[in-house]
Nanobody, 124 residues
Framework: QVQLVESGGGLVMAGGSLRLSCAASGRTFSSYRMGWFRQTPGKEREFVAAIYWSGGSTYYADSVKGRFTISRDNAKNTVHLQMNSLKPEDTAVYYC?????????????????WGQGTQVTVSS
């Protein structure tokens, strides 16, 4: 069982930066693949970034590549999403997720655990 709690969301102007954090409970955090997704009203949850166990493998949606960086600290049971050069279209609720199995990293259906989400609003 893993519990996830996101923090770091807020209101920022276009071009600014935010750093999201996800704190995970459980002693087997390092065995989970972690992901960040986002969702806006009326739309499906969208993949943003994923990171595998040791942090050596990272994946990004094309829309955030070069602007966002995912990282993890297994000793502290945390995963971060550094978001730079933010755009109004990045506005969404951002969710942290954990998966213990295989499958496609960008498919939200493959993730076993989800946080409650944190709102990110980028003003133009």
């Amino acid at each position: 069982q893993v519990q996830l709690v996101e923090s770091g969301g807020g209101l920022v102007m276009a071009g600014g930066s935010l750093r999201l954090s996800c704190a995970a409970s459980g002693r087997t955090f390092s065995s989970y693949r972690m992901g960040w997704f986002r969702q806006t009203p009326g739309k499906e949850r969208e993949f943003v970034a994923a990171i595998y166990w040791s942090g050596g493998s990272t994946y990004y949606a094309d829309s955030v590549k070069g602007r966002f960086t995912i990282s993890r600290d297994n000793a502290k049971n945390t995963v971060h999403l550094q978001m730079n050069s933010l755009k109004p279209e990045d506005t969404a609720v951002y969710y942290c997720a954990a998966r213990s199995g295989g499958g496609l990293y960008y498919n939200p259906a493959g993730y076993n655990y989800w946080g409650q989400g944190t709102q990110v609003t980028v003003s133009s």
